[in-house]
């Protein structure tokens, strides 16, 4: 009674391209520091740590054009400070710049960094994706003695962006491109 007569087969085609990232962000606040007895911390002001910063980098082959201010963050307190990114090349330049001798400086956040500017070539990923599904259509009817004949249908099921992030959490990003192809079965 509800049987399908249809000769057709419905195959998903698949392609992908993978972006390795080309640094590692870093976001993070240099401020004041006030004055601790207790912890016997001596005050400090913000050019003071500003300064150490410069010379910390400068050590690690960066200047302060390297740096990127952010839009300063509400805090609690009423301490100066000024908040940064910066693309490190490598992740031994971010190990050795955490390790800075210097107070008044606090890192809050790392993610992979990527060029943007790098364009995806959807056209060949859509040229892939149906490529991909004709060669499983074509392997799928040969084991029931059939053939793969014209393509009856196409659905474009890409959801995600084809755009390169600034950041991510992984070293590389991998932009999938999926469609659905109805391809017609022929004795």
Known sequence: MGQECDNFIKIVGQSAVTVQSNGISTKFTIEEVER???QKI?????????????????????????????LPNSGYNNKLGE????????IDDLKEFKQAAF???????????????????DKKL????????????????KNVGKSVGKVIS?????????????TSRSSEYIMKYEITISFELLN
């Open 42 to 70: 001596q005050a400090r002001t913000l050019e003071d740590v500003k300064a150490d910063l410069e010379t910390h980098l400068k050590t690690l082959g960066y200047t302060k054009n390297d740096l990127e201010e952010n």
């Open 103 to 121: 107070s008044g400086f606090k890192i809050s956040e790392v993610q992979y960094a990527f060029d943007t500017s790098n364009e995806v070539d």
């Open 36 to 38: 601790n007895e207790y």
């Open 83 to 90: 908040n940064y990114t910066m693309i490190f090349k490598n």
């Open 126 to 141: 859509a040229e892939q994706a149906i490529q991909d599904a004709r060669r499983k259509a074509e392997a799928l009817a």
């Open 154 to 166: 196409i659905h474009d099921r890409s959801y995600s962006s084809l755009k390169v992030p600034e």
